[in-house]
DNA sequence: GAATCAATTCAAACCGCTTTGGATATCTCA
DNA sequence: TGAGATATCCAAAGCGGTTTGAATTGATTC
């Protein structure tokens, strides 16, 4: 069943079925309840692929996600965030096209999607230094919102990021509070952007309490369970190791866990954690009462405003860039507890 | 840049440019090298939406998420299984499309996807008993093929699934071996199928020695640290605690651990732990040697797999419903050991 | 040399919708 | 009463490709 056929069975023009579908103006409200009606009755449901050549507009979205060298992306963070923008984009209409490619063809993949008209725009992750797709998508016209921010980058863009410079700084203010001096930091790689600013605002509460830093309390490696036991295992074992530890996320938060208590040490008592918690929904941090305590930023909310972000901005491209910090909440949960005494 | 101005350019007729670019024959090789290379040269890309007009063919696969009631699927499993179909619509120029929707959404969005023409096939996600979406799909004529398979579904389907059962028997027997004779297991939930046939094979392994099941001994629940910690508790404050335990995914089986290990037991002496390990990307369950022995399978080349299936059976359809069982292997790590005397 | 055939190329229809530019009928108000 | 609005509907032209059917050319056959 399509418009022609429906608009023949009514005795009408395409024109006007299709109008009086569209909702405009210039049709008799009479007709259009009854084209309302008949397009129910036969189920009929305009082709999309017809719509899309005809307006010109893909009614699509797309996420480039590279894979093989760099694996960090296919994590479970990104699931969520991919969950919250579907339901955006399920809401409005617009199909989410996930594109995996090899390293090297990302830049091609971005090129191709915007030539062939695949999609609208794009969401971008996983943001690094000095970022290359921002520049690249400038200059081929593909409207985008970079889930992150790109330190380095001058030109103003549109972006959704979490306070994490804020967050980690708070965490580790809370630590000193707690009497804690050597505190370890177990961060994601330090060139994605967001291990950067964790770094900096644990760096900057150090130093604000005249702190030294230490970089053998400071690791930076994927964000996996076994890379946070191997840190800690590692820091543990120092001549004076911390007693606190801020970890970059609930899984590698799981590895200093693992570690701690592998040494025989007490989780809240010997070694304070605290964890960076995106909030996922298959992987809470506890229930009622939190096990670790938490800067929690919810990743899933994230993704949901980075697609109303987009989907604005594919709207209204003539608006000028837009940008939204989030902030981290600091919650309290059973991992953390004052400095033992030396 | 459009195929008409290319022909224009040219000074050929858009049909012999469009053949010449899809390599049909009934075009001389000199034109079709000068065709190809004027296309190079000015970077034309075929409007994807033109052709997918034109074709009649959606060029793109679906992949429905339920979210809300359920969130089992927004998992790190999920996540790998996209990526490695994500893999395979790549390499065949195919989109993936998502769709996040609420649960009772999903029939209507089914149809909708048929109906709006916006994929050709899809793949059905985390089967359940009678799974409703079979007999739908079937219905509406939108090809499919099934992650995992529907107990109870009787008429024959395309499917790609792991031999639960299997791997958890083989598993069950490795414990017997060891001597263990009280054995957990923490399966997920057991309308999933997957659950089901994993459960199958632990009681039937049990049963084949004539040891009789404890209902003691079987949880089931989503398969999260928190929900693996605490049904390890409540095991090991029975008066008869198990001696070895069963779970159904690394992250339940950390949970499994943390229980084991806080209650001052040693993993792989007092109890033994062995997981079902998707071999996933980013949670690697240890690196040259396991930390947990596991039932290994990847779920990731289960994607890529699935989806070539897909694409197969998109291309004929006709083919009759394609089924493929892959054996997980059973790995040794050091999670496990023999029994302790009792 | 006419008929046959293969190799090339092209004009035009088509995919299913949107949208422009009328056309027609009905109103409105001087 | 008649010109200008207004309401309603439609024919036709896209959108940018693919594909059918036919035309043209040159070579081959008898």
Redesign the interface.
């Known amino acids: 069943m399509n418009l022609k056929e429906l608009a023949t069975k009514l005795g009408l023009s395409p024109t006007t079925v299709s109008r009086a579908l569209n909702g405009y103006p210039e049709v008799n409200e009479t007709t259009r309840e009854r084209v309302m009606a008949a397009a129910k009755r036969h189920?009929y449901?305009?082709?999309?692929?017809?719509i899309?050549?005809a307006t010109?507009r893909?009614m699509?979205v797309g996420h480039v996600?590279p894979?093989a060298t760099r694996?960090?992306i296919?994590?479970?963070v990104?699931?969520?965030f991919?969950?919250g923008?579907?339901?955006t984009?399920?809401r409005n209409d617009y199909?989410?096209?996930?594109?995996?490619?090899p390293d090297e063809?990302e830049d091609a993949t971005y090129r191709?999607l915007k030539?062939?008209?695949?999609v609208d725009g794009v969401i971008v992750h996983a943001p690094r230094l000095n970022d290359p797709r921002i520049p690249l998508l400038r200059e081929i016209g593909l409207p985008f919102v970079v889930h992150g921010r790109a330190t380095g980058t001058l030109e103003p863009y549109c972006w959704l990021d979490v306070n994490n410079r804020r967050a980690f700084q708070r965490a580790t203010e809370f630590l000193l509070d707690l009497a804690h001096v050597r505190i370890g930091l177990v961060n994601g790689l330090e060139f994605m952007d967001f291990a950067i600013r964790r770094r900096t605002g644990y760096v900057d509460a150090l130093t604000a309490r005249g702190i030294a830093t230490d970089p053998a309390l400071m690791a930076s490696d994927?964000?996996?369970?076994?890379s946070g036991y191997r840190a800690t295992l590692a820091m543990l074992a120092l001549a004076n190791p911390p007693t606190a530890i801020l970890a970059s996320s609930m899984?590698s938060g799981?590895g200093v866990?693992?570690a701690v208590?592998?040494a025989g040490l007490t989780v809240g008592r010997d070694v304070s954690i605290i964890i960076h918690d995106d909030d996922l929904?298959?992987?809470?941090n506890?229930?009622d009462v939190p096990?670790f305590t938490a800067t929690r930023s919810s990743v899933r909310e994230a993704g949901r405003l980075a697609a109303e972000m987009l989907l604005a901005v594919i709207a209204n491209p003539e608006g000028g860039p837009q940008q939204r910090l989030l902030e981290a909440e600091l919650i309290i949960g059973q991992s953390t507890g004052p400095a033992p005494r030396g």
Do not use: C, Q, W
Not at 45 to 50: K, L, Q, S
Not at 281 to 284: E, F, L, N
């Open positions: 189920n449901h305009p082709n999309t692929r017809a899309r050549l010109g893909a699509a996600i894979i694996h960090e296919v994590n479970p990104f699931a969520d991919i969950a923008a579907g339901e984009y399920s199909d989410m096209v996930l594109s995996v490619v063809d191709a030539s062939k008209g695949n994927e964000m996996t369970e076994v899984i799981m866990r693992r208590e592998g929904s298959y992987m809470k506890g229930e096990i």
